[in-house]
């Protein structure tokens, strides 16, 4: 047992070689290769940072240079060296598919079809040499902050013979590395000076023959809106003379393309005086135009599902570039300047080519959506989405590749916001301007008087034939997709309402609908779906004026109901009966109602007698100082409520039994009457209902329906009885008392009524008093001249 253990026995300090052997190495084996995957995984980790520091690099680079440095098409066509005018611009410069052309003959060829025939573009020459055009320079609109440039544009009148003045006037604004040299401003020029509007193509600083500015860089959201302003403001007051006089500024619109666009868009906003804009293709931020450039490049590589990573780091360094140059990209957008706009409902068309590779479509949807914040700003009369491309050019070329139907809707739009007739939106896209390019030879006398013969006779069978029907408006739903059919047998029915708008009374009229379906192919077709019969519409009256409602005959608690949202610091309010629409909540009807609550100033005050009595000689009410003279003013605060004047009960929400119980009586309740800050609140007034429309609908609805007629004096406040000073006496006789009180109440009243109350004291019951009390009354009264609205009284008992 000994020997045993002695031969088990190790000493404490001696080395453990029980690992020793062929696999003691794999420990260090596995050490070795956790490091090596440590390494590889630290240099992937560094290899995806480093790629990706380097797109974002490449992408902050490419988007400085295309962003935000000048490039020589800016100049392009204007330089001395390239002798363009109005004269040769059609043969001078680069067409889609025809590129640079030298000569009319270049078009001979079809290069432009099957967007534009070649005859049109004849016309368009000689239309150019036979007007006259003017080059004219004015200044940028002077804004605080921003540098003041003097700007040139090129001046285009219409065919005085034909359209003779005064005309409209639009300014038409180009977009990113653009001039009014190049063939999206001629072309669109031709089209409107065809239909008789006078134009200004507007320069940007640094563009063309404008001045350049101290940065020396694309300003996008910067400065460019005051260039477009100071065009505006030039054509709307001609400071020099030169386009035949100031305009009023409901007369003059901007119509503008991509960056163009988007700094009108912004302009609108800016300025409240500009009734309505034309848009084609515009963007809702810069930062979009690169991000959508940014996704094509990195699509080319197959990695455009890095374009979000890239995009926020590579715009903000771009936004840093800008600033550092002396420009803020981003400091007028449509999103924070149209909020600015006033509540007039200005009219906006916009144009969107759906395979634009400059401007996504998106973009078209995100200014839909900014606009439809403010329907009480912008009435949006159509975003116009097409899926056209002329000669591989997809941007803003509209206006080429859908030429007779581009041209319509953009006369439409105009004669609508200028109020001229549509008739001459309907001559064929053809005969726009001139009659073409041909030629012919001179007859002889006898074929002269002929033809004259003839075209006399076709006068006369044109006199006697029948008149055709004339388009008055027409309004363009936006396309959607074709329902998908719940079951082979019974398809998914849509349906679709429609309001007609307001038309001029005394006259016939017909409705048509028509319907344009389109193949997976791209073909299009219309088709007729309804036509109505003729009607004819009638003439309507205008409003009554605002009708008073008796809310003084309320108890004090319901009173103090409608008291408790008065304009705060106000002591005049009104309570008139509401005619309008009372559907849904009490704050939605006055927002969506079609008319509004004015008041103007009256010298004349209210009649307190009786309308059947005699006429008496009132201070106040003649004739001449119950005329409502105007300015007219709406309250600050306005409330619907609902009155029931047989319970005594106001609500401000009608309660569910309103539809079974027709007492109940809608209350306009109008308070904060003053006309101005600082002045005080009337005493009389008059009131009227304004139309609230914007002013193409004003321009459609007969003036008569305006405003409604001018109600008589109304008194706005009213005197709390309170007794001032009171005097009782109790003499010895306790059968009398002897008392003087005073109190306020209406110049003019004839008849007053008290209540006077006998209170007895329970504990003193013992005591009675034999025999009849008689109470007497006496009143007398003492006017006050001085004040035109209180009197003193005096009673004794």
């Not at 388009?471 to 997709?481: F, I």
């Not at 719940?486 to 001029?504: A, K, Q």
């Amino acid at each position: 047992m000994l020997s045993s253990e002695r031969n088990n026995y190790k000493p404490l300090d001696a080395p453990d070689r029980t690992n020793e052997g062929p696999d003691r190495a794999a420990p260090t084996q596995r050490l070795v290769v956790r490091k090596i995957l440590t390494i590889c995984c630290c240099l992937l980790i560094f290899l995806i940072v480093a790629a990706y520091m380097a797109l974002v690099w490449i992408g902050q680079s490419q988007g400085t240079t295309s962003m935000l440095q000048l490039t020589p098409n800016m100049v392009l066509y204007c330089t001395p060296e390239d002798a363009v005018d109005m004269d040769n611009v059609t043969y001078n410069i680069w067409w889609p598919g025809c590129d640079y052309v030298t000569s009319m003959q270049n078009f001979t060829d079809g290069c432009l079809e099957p967007c534009v025939d070649a005859s049109i573009m004849f016309d368009m020459q000689k239309l150019n040499e036979e007007l006259p055009s003017k080059l004219v320079s004015y200044p940028s609109r002077t804004a605080s902050g921003f540098e003041t440039v003097q700007l040139q544009g090129l001046w285009l009148p219409a065919d005085a013979s034909k359209f003779p003045g005064p005309r409209p006037r639009i300014v038409v604004q180009h977009g990113f590395q653009a001039n009014m040299n190049e063939f999206r401003q001629q072309f669109v020029a031709f089209i409107l000076r065809s239909l008789g509007f006078d134009l200004l193509l507007n320069n940007f600083r640094d563009h063309c023959r404008s001045d350049h500015s101290r940065e020396r860089v694309f300003h996008w959201g910067d400065a460019y809106p005051f260039d477009t302003l100071g065009a505006w403001d030039y054509a709307k007051d001609d400071p020099d003379g030169l386009l035949g006089g100031s305009m009023d500024a409901s007369k003059v619109g901007i119509l503008g393309f991509s960056k163009g666009g988007f700094n009108t868009l912004n302009a609108l906003g800016l300025e409240g005086e500009i009734p309505g804009v034309w848009v084609d293709s515009a963007p809702s931020e810069p930062k979009t135009v690169y991000g959508y450039g940014l996704e094509l490049f990195l699509k080319g590589y197959g990695i455009d599902f890095l374009t979000p990573l890239v995009l926020e780091p590579a715009w903000a360094i771009i936004l840093h570039n800008g600033r550092a140059a002396g420009v803020d990209m981003e400091k007028h957008l449509p999103a924070t300047t149209l909020p600015l706009g006033p509540d007039t409902k200005r009219p906006v068309y916009m144009v969107q080519n759906i395979p634009d590779t400059t401007v996504p479509k998106r973009e078209a949807e995100k200014l839909k959506q900014i606009l439809e914040k403010y329907p009480e700003k912008y009435n949006l009369s159509n975003v116009w989405l097409l899926d056209k491309v002329c000669k591989n050019v997809d941007h803003c070329a509209n206006h080429l590749s859908k030429l007779a139907e581009y041209k319509y809707r953009l006369c439409s739009f105009f004669a609508s916001l200028f109020d001229l007739s549509l008739d001459l939106c309907l001559s064929p896209t053809k005969d726009a301007g001139h009659t073409g390019h041909s030629h012919q030879g001179h007859g002889h006398g006898k074929k002269e008087a002929e033809s004259a013969e003839e075209s006399e006779k076709g006068k006369a069978e044109k006199a006697d034939a029948p008149h055709k029907d004339l388009l008055y408006r027409q309004y363009d739903v936006p396309p959607s997709a074709y329902p998908d059919p719940v079951d082979y047998d019974e398809p998914t029915v849509t349906r679709l309402t429609w309001h007609l708008p307001t038309l001029p009374p005394d006259k016939t009229y017909r409705c048509t609908v028509e319907g344009r379906f389109e193949t997976n192919t791209s073909v299009h077709w219309w088709t007729p779906l309804m036509k109505s019969g003729p009607f004819v519409v009638e003439r309507v009256p205008p409003p009554t004026p605002p009708e008073l409602v008796p809310v003084a005959e309320l108890p004090t608690p319901e009173q103090e109901k409608l008291l408790a949202r008065l304009t705060p610091h106000s002591n005049a309010w009104l309570a008139v009966r509401w005619p309008w629409r009372v559907q849904g909540r009490h704050v939605d009807i006055l927002k969506e109602s079609s008319h509004v609550l004015e008041y103007c100033q009256s010298d004349a005050l209210q009649s307190l007698r009786d309308p059947s009595a005699e006429p008496v000689n009132t201070e106040g009410e003649t004739a001449m100082k119950g005329r409502a003279l105007g300015r007219w003013h709406e309250a600050k605060s306005m409330q619907i409520c609902f009155v029931h004047f047989v319970k005594n009960e106001v609500v401000f929400e009608l309660p569910p039994e309103a539809s079974s119980e027709p007492n109940w009586v809608p209350v306009l309740v109008a308070s904060g009457l003053w006309p101005a800050e600082g002045e005080p609140e009337p005493e009389s007034v008059h009131l009227r209902w304004r139309y609230r429309a914007g002013l193409a609908e004003l321009a459609s609805t007969n003036s008569c329906l305006h405003f409604s007629a001018a109600s008589g004096p109304v008194r706005t406040m009213i005197a709390q009885p309170g007794a001032v000073e009171v005097y009782m006496a109790v003499p010895e006789r306790a059968s009398r008392l002897a008392g003087y009180l005073h109190w306020n109440a209406w110049r003019g009243s004839e008849k007053h009524q008290f209540s006077y109350r006998i209170l007895s004291n329970q504990k003193k019951s013992q005591r009675h008093v034999r025999g009849v009390l008689l109470w007497t009354v006496t009143l007398s009264f003492m006017r006050r001249t001085a004040s035109g609205q209180f009197c003193c009284c005096e009673t004794v008992s």
